[in-house]
């Protein structure tokens, strides 16, 4: 599979942004897709998951002002991120894995397939 996500951009403070991660070559209903996020001088950390075709999510701690969902008409992942703060600020990335390879979804484990990082901006 390959994944190919949405252009990130500069947005201002108490916003929201949807971002969103397409797959090709594949349908996504047989991947857990995940989105990360790496600020300058930090590590990167896993935000949301969803398992294709069965509608199961994983969202991180302290992570409340995000949501993640699946179109499967569409063959894509969505990370929804409300009230935008400066601190959001960083190169999100959507990742893959063969739900076949997990027991479980959650971002702490090793993702095979991943798309180009986007950039997002919060302005204050």
């Known amino acids: 599979v390959q994944l190919q996500a949405s252009e990130g951009g500069s947005v201002a403070a108490g916003g929201s942004l949807r971002l969103s991660c397409a797959g090709t070559g594949s349908t996504l209903r047989n991947y857990a897709v995940c989105w990360f996020r790496q600020a300058p001088g930090k590590e990167r950390e896993g935000l949301a998951c969803?398992?294709?075709?069965?509608?199961?999510t994983w969202l991180a701690d302290n992570k409340g002002r995000f949501d993640i969902s699946a179109d499967n008409a569409k063959n894509a992942v969505y990370l929804n991120i409300h009230s935008l703060k400066p601190e959001d600020s960083a190169v999100y990335y959507c990742?893959?894995?063969?739900?076949?390879?997990?027991?479980?979804?959650?971002?702490?484990?090793?993702?095979?397939?991943w798309g180009q990082g986007t950039q997002v901006t919060v302005s204050s």
């Open positions: 969803a398992a294709g075709g069965s509608g199961s």
């Open positions: 990742a893959a894995k063969d739900l076949d390879l997990m027991d479980h979804i959650d971002g702490s484990q090793e993702y095979d397939y």
